[in-house]
């Protein structure tokens, strides 16, 4: 016991990681596979869970030197409540995705590299929360576009392999991005540990390429979260890419992009941290009022949820643009509801386009296609209400933090724009809820049995239950908080003496 705690960090990567290479050799028996990956991703949100519990008992940051090489030399995996808290939110998300995709009737999850290159996905995520070396985050972010590009490239629908394509060229320019800060930091610095080089930066802001490197890694972020302007390739690829792999991909894997902005703040660039976050607040205030107005007047429900997603992360940039505690914590505990919201949204977006003969998810199609199905209209509802931050579901709490934080840095302007961003919500998501489940259809439909909805269910579960009973999550986003603003917390973790 005493050596699986030692490696408890490294647990939520690698067990996904062997499970990928066992499904894959599981592939002649479709149901073998589909209960091993279900399993091997089960056991991983079960250590996650483990390991946030273990760090937020402890009290300090659990680290894992691989190799035995200790840091600033070696790989080391930092688990800091940061860190362990998207962990256990993005593989709880990753673990519905699998069970919506076990009950769905697209043809991609009967493909046999489906269930390989879906834990690859959540070891890509899991490892980038958790790295604490800047190349390590390169290398997983790599992992992920490369799962991702070719589940949407082999998925249903005929647009997929032009999405993928966007999807990877887009990412290519990202990654060439952070690799050019990446080497702008080492040549500066002469390390990539991201403790040592929050403390070497901190120790000497003045290499002439840091302002480069701090540009070039806002840029890819921006990328990775789809911030405006950086968005333009989000809704095509959302839209495309299978419902089991489009829920992650517009929750979950977004914020890694979240994640780099929240490391950037409070332990890269500390003192660098006011203007990057004047620049994502401009960019998350341009964000909530673009992706909102582009939902309202969108023609599909998936490319719908898609802008809304932008619209989203603007709302959680503002709080990490604001930068206090208080903005920290609804800054988190809007990452953590999104993610449930939206993937449960998707879900019920692509088991009402597989009841219809087109298998489309264009409200053309699906008007009216939702009269004869009511348990996924109320479920539809309730996550509609819950994204527009309407108690009492976890997104009232929510947006009810991000106010609070606002009132106390007397952000007025933006406030209003939160205030018509919630409003712009509202509007599109009652305005598909009206197309699809109560608006007469335009002629007769041919309906089918559709993808089951025991992953929305669950998902929407917790929305409700995190509304009523809040109070566990905003105080681990708290104390989180507290830890993003004690950036010697993590350095010391990592460092110790040195």
């Known amino acids: 016991?005493?050596?699986?705690?030692?490696?408890?960090?490294?647990?939520?990567?690698?067990?996904?990681?062997?499970?990928?290479?066992?499904?894959?050799?599981l592939r002649p028996n479709g149901r073998l596979q589909v209960g091993w990956a279900l399993a091997t991703m089960g056991t991983a949100l079960a250590s996650s869970g483990w390991l946030l519990t273990s760090v937020w008992q402890r009290g300090a940051p659990l680290t894992f030197a691989s190799g035995g090489w200790l840091p600033p030399f070696g790989i080391v995996l930092v688990a800091d409540l940061l860190?362990?808290?998207l962990v256990l939110m993005s593989q709880l998300v990753l673990f519905s995705g699998l069970l919506y995709a076990a009950g769905a009737?697209?043809?991609?999850?009967?493909?046999?590299?489906?269930?390989?290159?879906?834990?690859?996905?959540?070891t890509g995520l899991s490892g980038a929360f958790l790295t604490g070396d800047l190349f390590n985050l390169f290398v997983f972010a790599e992992l992920l576009v490369i799962s991702g590009t070719i589940l949407t490239a082999i998925g249903d629908d005929r647009y997929g392999v032009e999405?993928?394509?966007?999807?990877?060229?887009?990412?290519?320019?990202?990654?060439?991005?952070?690799?050019?800060?990446?080497g702008s930091l080492y040549v500066s610095y002469g390390t990539l540990n991201m403790a040592d080089l929050a403390a070497r930066v901190g120790a000497d802001p003045s290499a002439p390429l840091l302002p480069a490197a701090i540009g070039l890694l806002l840029a890819t972020f921006m990328i990775k979260s789809?911030?405006?302007?950086?968005?333009?390739?989000?809704?095509?690829?959302?839209?495309?890419?299978?419902?089991?792999?489009?829920?992650?991909?517009?929750?979950v894997v977004v914020k890694l992009g979240v994640y780099g902005f929240l490391r950037m703040t409070t332990l890269l660039f500390v003192q660098q941290a006011e203007l990057i976050q004047w620049v994502l607040l401009l960019l998350g205030s341009a964000g909530v009022l673009v992706g909102g107005l582009s939902a309202v007047g969108t023609h599909n429900v998936k490319r719908m949820l898609a802008y809304s997603t932008l619209a989203q992360v603007g709302f959680i940039l503002i709080g990490v643009g604001w930068g206090t505690p208080l903005a920290l914590a609804a800054a988190l505990v809007f990452t953590v509801n999104h993610s449930l919201i939206k993937a449960a949204l998707l879900m019920l977006a692509g088991a009402m386009a597989s009841r219809i003969q087109e298998k489309s998810a264009a409200f053309s199609a699906l008007t009216g296609a939702g009269r004869s199905f009511p348990l996924p209209g109320a479920l539809f509802f309730a996550g509609a209400l819950a994204l527009a931050g309407i108690p009492p579901t976890n997104g009232f709490v929510s947006k009810l933090l991000l106010f609070r934080s606002g009132i106390a840095v007397q952000g007025w302007v933006i406030l209003?724009?939160?205030?018509?961003?919630?409003?712009?919500?509202?509007?599109?998501?009652?305005?598909?809820?009206?197309?699809i489940w109560w608006q007469e259809p335009a002629g007769p439909l041919a309906l089918k049995a559709g993808d089951r909805l025991l992953a929305p269910a669950l998902l929407l579960g917790l929305v409700l239950l995190l509304g009523l009973w809040a109070s566990p999550l905003v105080q681990l986003a708290q104390e989180t908080a507290g830890w993003l603003q004690t950036p010697a917390v993590y350095i010391g973790a990592v460092l110790g003496g040195q």
């Open 83 to 85: 860190a362990a808290m």
């Open 105 to 122: 009737g697209d043809r991609v999850v009967r493909t046999p590299g489906f269930y390989s290159l879906f834990l690859l996905l959540a």
């Open 416 to 435: 209003a724009l939160i205030a018509a961003g919630g409003l712009l919500t509202l509007i599109y998501t009652m305005r598909a809820f009206q197309r």
């Open 226 to 251: 789809a911030v405006f302007p950086f968005h333009f390739w989000q809704p095509d690829f959302h839209t495309a890419a299978p419902t089991a792999v489009s829920a992650m991909l517009s929750s």
């Open 1 to 25: 016991m005493e050596i699986l705690f030692e490696h408890l960090p490294l647990l939520p990567i690698l067990i996904p990681l062997a499970g990928a290479a066992v499904a894959l050799l």
């Open 163 to 182: 999405a993928a394509y966007k999807y990877f060229y887009i990412s290519l320019l990202a990654s060439a991005f952070m690799l050019l800060a990446i």
